[in-house]
């Protein structure tokens, strides 16, 4: 089992960076395959990127367009995202999750997060 808290969100100007990490308490951290959602009011969650247990394979949709990188460490248990070219249309609210194999849709990743607020103004 997993427990993940999301830190590093904050309020940006659009074309800044950010780095979110993602912590997990739990001692089978490596078993995961882990990937950071999103979900801004009124819309649907969404991907944004996932990795499976050892890094050794990503995934992320088209919309990132190589501004998104996932990476993980399994010996710190973290899970990153780092944020680059951000526009007002990334604003949302963060999340991780972790689950038996990287997939692009919420509802097969188990374990989530509270979430990371992301602000980008123009």
């Known amino acids: 089992q997993l427990q993940l808290v999301e830190s590093g969100g904050g309020l940006v100007q659009a074309g800044d960076s950010l780095r979110l990490s993602c912590a997990s308490s739990g001692r089978s951290f490596s078993n995961f395959a882990m990937a950071w959602f999103r979900q801004a009011p009124g819309k649907e969650r969404e991907v944004v990127a996932a990795?499976?247990?050892?890094?050794?394979?990503?995934y992320y949709p088209d919309f990132v367009e190589g501004r998104f990188t996932i990476s993980r460490d399994n010996a710190k248990n973290t899970v990153y995202l780092q944020l680059n070219s951000l526009r007002p249309e990334d604003t949302a609210m963060y999340y991780c999750?972790?689950?038996?194999?990287?997939?692009?849709?919420?509802?097969?990743?188990?374990?989530w997060g509270q979430g990371t607020q992301v602000t980008v103004s123009s």
């Open positions: 999750a972790g689950g038996p194999s990287l997939a692009r849709v919420w509802d097969r990743y188990l374990f």
């Open positions: 990795i499976s247990m050892f890094g050794s394979s990503t």
